[in-house]
């Protein structure tokens, strides 16, 4: 396994957050909606209550950077109005100093 690195921020209340997660060594080579699948599989296993749910809009992978950019809601609880988001994902190693 490899560690990746990805930083979400919330389009509703400013407030933003960063993970490391660990996935298969070839992720970045992988299309954009699988990065983002491998991500969301450890919010889902790690962070997330259960009936929380979320999903994309949007997704985008920058190969020269190795920057992935997904857009899309979190809906914390069944019901609840969903919570935009922006989410970045990269390799650990080239980790921004945002």
Same mark, same amino acid.
């Given at each position: 396994?490899?560690?990746?690195?990805?930083?979400?921020?919330?389009?509703?209340?400013? *407030?933003?957050?960063?993970?490391?997660?660990? *996935?298969?060594?070839?992720?970045?080579?992988?299309?954009?909606? %699988?990065?983002?699948?491998?991500?969301?599989?450890?919010?889902?296993?790690?962070?997330?209550?259960? *009936?929380?749910?979320? %999903?994309?809009?949007?997704? /985008?992978?920058?190969?020269?950077?190795?920057?992935?950019?997904?857009?899309?809601? /979190?809906? +914390?609880?069944?019901?609840?109005? +969903?919570? +935009?988001?922006?989410? /970045?994902?990269?390799?650990?190693?080239?980790?921004?100093?945002?």
């Amino acid at each position: 396994m490899t560690t990746y690195h990805a930083r979400m921020l919330d389009a509703e209340t400013t *407030g933003e957050s960063t993970y490391d997660f660990d *996935g298969p060594p070839d992720l970045m080579a992988r299309t954009a909606d %699988e990065i983002v699948g491998v991500f969301f599989d450890f919010v889902d296993q790690q962070i997330l209550k259960p *009936g929380a749910d979320w %999903e994309i809009n949007g997704v /985008l992978k920058n190969k020269d950077r190795g920057i992935v950019t997904a857009i899309g809601s /979190l809906i +914390p609880e069944l019901n609840d109005p +969903p919570l +935009p988001f922006l989410l /970045l994902i990269s390799a650990a190693d080239a980790r921004p100093a945002w």
